[in-house]
């Protein structure tokens, strides 16, 4: 007689085997793992050097030397590991810290920053290593090599700072992060180590952005003054209130733009001196002060500035930042789970510190789970690599350059069109929610709640009573855009609302003289997309895939849910068959 025990085995192995046919969903490898990756038109992917493991910064020598050996810019891993590439392509260890070692399981301490002073031959290295369990320890060491041009080698190495970065207790994710050295200042992001209240507190170095002089002292110029008290660290701060300011670029010691990690949010912000950017906890202060909001979260890991002109970019791209998103592979704060590794370009009109026109994507990734956070703008062009292996010998460093004649096969615009890529790409995320009833600076664009706002709206009298008066308007715009409230009002019922979608979206502010939504610039089939998924109310299984989704954004850890809840319904009847069968053979 068959026992329960070998039922119940049996059961979990068949949901095992379920679940692995249920991992469908992540996109195939290519061949070349480089055409994952969709790049505008014109411009050339080339693989620069290959066999990273979780590269976290490419930093340039300013003027390397002209000899192959030369070092040309250095490149770190995250688990400890300085590397020098040569002129020649050829890789190197430059140095490698002794206490850091790979964990068993990924974990996110490590090399968080790298940053030079070539007139000195030093590197400032920033990284943080295990503390008590739960925790970490930051800590900012200096390496010293040849001036000028560096070496192959770090002759010697030191830890400063102990007293300041060392004596804080961060969690193991929003530690000490990026740096940045223009002359005499040294400029360091800090995590806000899990204490949201150390973010709004400026007298400690939580959630900050720190300045110093390159005595480690208090940089000439920060708005709050020198102390003598030693729980007072307010001297070294130059902007407060951020969670993890991880994604940093300084135009001048006094210029520093930053891309904020919030939780189902993101930010980049040009960080004025004493300035608190608000992060309490939430996420409810980031439309203030911010060029830019990213909902759902795309968590910044870098921030280059490409000046007009570069010989590496198309001739007619107007410069601004370039800023490297992870994506969805750190996962817990997503607001929604389609967020994929991509680089957005940010037009800066830096003379006035704002927004010169529209974000947009400049590099996206369509393939299985991966995430990017080295990026670096090198004399020849984009560089940037893979956060996670490509392959066994792990991940390239690849190279982006305008050349029409060798351009690469996968375009921006051919990764698949979606609505959250849409919403996030013509900043309509910066106003609105996207998920859940709660309005922001404009109302939630959630589809369970959207189509019928709009119904009750846009059938009311009260709504053809606003036509009648903006027919009334004299200025030109509202004269041109009569056909559009015709065309509202000769609709009726459903139809009425993918009518007055499409008007708003093409003409905005047609039917509203009030308004102060900017116009997105929508292709034909992003408009399709967008009117589809704004006006589909989702089913209940449609719903609870979403709510599925929401928790669980990694294909992988769904596939794990899946698995159980499978294991459960067949042990479940596996049960019922096994007393069916004892009753039936009594």
Wanted: negative net charge; contains cysteine.
């Amino acid at each position: 007689m068959v026992k329960p025990s070998v039922i119940l085995f049996l059961s979990t192995l068949l949901a095992v085997l379920a679940g692995c046919a249920l991992a469908t969903d992540v996109p195939a490898v290519p061949e070349d793992p480089a055409l994952s990756w969709g790049v505008p038109e014109g411009y050339a992917v080339e693989k620069v050097a290959d066999g990273f493991q979780y590269l976290t910064n490419i930093v340039f020598v300013p003027e390397p030397g002209p000899n192959p050996d030369d070092v040309r810019f250095f490149a770190t891993e995250l688990y400890g590991r300085v590397l020098a590439v040569r002129n020649d392509g050829r890789v190197e260890e430059f140095f490698n810290i002794p206490s850091l070692n790979s964990p068993e399981v990924f974990a996110e301490y490590g090399v968080h920053g790298l940053c030079l002073l070539p007139e000195h031959g030093t590197i400032y290295l920033t990284w943080s290593e295990p503390g008590r369990p739960g925790f970490a320890r930051s800590h900012l060491y200096i390496l010293q090599s040849v001036p000028g041009v560096f070496g192959p080698r770090a002759e010697r190495w030191e830890e400063i700072g102990a007293e300041l970065f060392d004596a804080v207790e961060t969690n193991t994710n929003h530690q000490i992060g990026p740096c940045q050295v223009l002359g005499d200042v040294l400029i360091i992001g800090m995590g806000e180590g899990g204490k949201n209240d150390g973010s709004q507190d400026p007298t400690n170095i939580y959630g900050k952005i720190l300045r110093f002089d390159l005595d480690l002292q208090p940089a000439s110029g920060n708005p709050y003054p020198p102390n003598a008290d030693p729980d007072d660290d307010s001297e070294f701060v130059w902007a407060s209130g951020f969670r993890n300011p991880y994604a940093l670029y300084a135009l001048t010691p006094e210029d520093i733009y930053v891309g904020d990690n919030g939780y189902k949010a993101d930010r980049f912000v040009y960080a004025q001196p004493g300035m608190n950017y608000g992060w309490d906890g939430t996420d409810d202060f980031f439309p203030v002060a911010s060029l830019s909001v990213f909902t759902p979260s795309i968590a910044p890991t870098r921030l280059a500035f490409v000046p007009p002109g570069h010989p590496a970019f198309d001739p007619d791209f107007p410069g601004g930042f370039l800023l490297a998103a992870i994506g969805n592979l750190y996962y817990a704060a997503r607001a929604e789970p389609d967020v994929s590794p991509s680089i957005f370009h940010l037009p800066v009109d830096t003379e006035s510190a704002s927004l010169a026109g529209q974000q947009e994507t400049f590099v996206s990734y369509r393939g299985p789970l991966q995430g990017l956070v080295a990026m670096a703008l090198g004399p020849d062009g984009l560089y940037f690599s893979p956060f996670l292996p490509e392959s066994e010998s792990g991940s390239a460093i690849y190279r982006l350059a305008y050349d029409p004649e060798h351009a690469h096969p996968t375009r921006v615009g051919e990764v698949p069109v979606t609505a959250d890529k849409v919403l996030i790409t013509e900043g309509c995320t910066g106003c609105h929610t996207t998920f859940g009833k709660e309005s922001r600076i404009g109302p939630s664009l959630d589809p369970a709640y959207l189509s019928d706002r709009l119904r009750a709206r846009l059938n009311s009298p009260e709504y053809l009573a606003v036509l009648d008066a903006v027919d009334e308007e004299t200025d030109s715009f509202f004269q041109e855009s009569r056909p559009q409230r015709d065309a509202v009002r000769a609709s009726s019922g459903d139809a009425r609302l993918a009518v007055w979608l499409e008007a708003h979206l093409t003409v905005t502010g047609f039917d509203n003289p009030a308004s102060i939504m900017p116009r997105p610039a929508l292709t034909t089939r992003e408009l399709e997309v967008l009117r589809d998924y704004l006006l589909t109310e989702p089913s209940l299984i449609a719903y609870i895939k979403r709510q599925v989704l929401f928790v669980y954004p990694v294909p992988e850890h769904r596939h794990l849910l899946y698995m159980l809840l499978l294991g459960i319904t067949i042990g479940w009847a596996g049960s019922r068959l096994w007393t069916l069968i004892r009753k039936n053979t009594r």
